[in-house]
């Protein structure tokens, strides 16, 4: 089945900066990769998704970027603000083991300092 | 905000305790999907639901029991639980299996 691994766990940036979340899954058969966007005490929201159709997905701030060859996305969000400050996590659409599950990472912690 | 809804939002019980979890969406879809959530730990999916039928149960100990009697309501019936059940569990509906999954808010679980 499918294993997706999310680096770095914690991340603090200063405003302005971009901060950068990646991920690697090991399913080559995996075409979905969604990102959430989790705030204290919220529920994940759906930030940005892509298909292995494509390379890069640009909304606004936020991109992703994703490499079929090496199995593993990126989320990029350019010049960060304090309401950026959440807990990120990636997903993998998962056709080895689990009929289509999402899996997910187990999260980044992005803080935003002012 | 108001596409998936649960309740309670919290929850305390005992381990001898019976109590159930509730979600309700608003959006016509056809899958739902209970999830927990412990800190520090990858989402779990527990239970699949695609049309009112469960397609996927990942190895839930059967002191979690879940039932779906139609496609807009998703209960977790909860009984005789432990300590390590404590957790944030979170549905989510997709208009299909393929389909973008939103979640609700959650109920916070503790179990003493």
């Known amino acids: 089945g499918e294993n997706v691994e999310q680096h770095p766990s914690t991340l603090s940036v200063q405003e302005g900066d971009s901060a950068v979340i990646k991920c690697t899954y090991s399913d080559s058969a995996s075409n979905y990769f969604p990102w959430y966007k989790q705030e204290l005490g919220k529920r994940p929201q759906l930030i940005i998704d892509?298909?292995?159709?494509?390379g890069e997905k640009k909304d606004q701030r936020i991109a992703v970027t994703l490499n079929k060859t090496a199995k593993h996305f990126s989320l990029h969000i350019t010049e960060t603000q304090p309401e950026d400050s959440a807990v990120y996590f990636c997903a993998a659409r998962d056709y080895g083991g689990s009929q289509g599950n999402l899996i997910f990472g187990k999260g980044t912690k992005l803080s935003v300092k002012p | 905000e108001t596409g998936v809804t649960q309740t309670p939002r919290h929850l305390v019980m005992g381990m001898t305790n019976k109590k159930s979890l509730k979600c309700e969406q608003h959006?016509?879809?056809?899958?739902m999907y209970w999830y927990k959530q412990s800190a520090k730990k990858p989402l779990e999916l527990m239970f699949v639901y695609s049309l009112e039928e469960r397609v996927e149960n990942n190895s839930v100990p059967s002191r979690f029991s879940p039932e779906c009697p139609n496609s807009s309501h998703l209960f977790l019936h909860l009984h005789t639980l432990q300590p390590e059940d404590s957790a944030l569990y979170l549905c989510a509906s997709s208009q299909d299996r393929e389909g973008t999954q939103y979640f609700g808010p959650g109920t916070r679980l503790l179990v003493l």
């Open positions: 959006l016509g879809h056809n899958a």
């Open positions: 892509i298909r292995s159709n494509v």
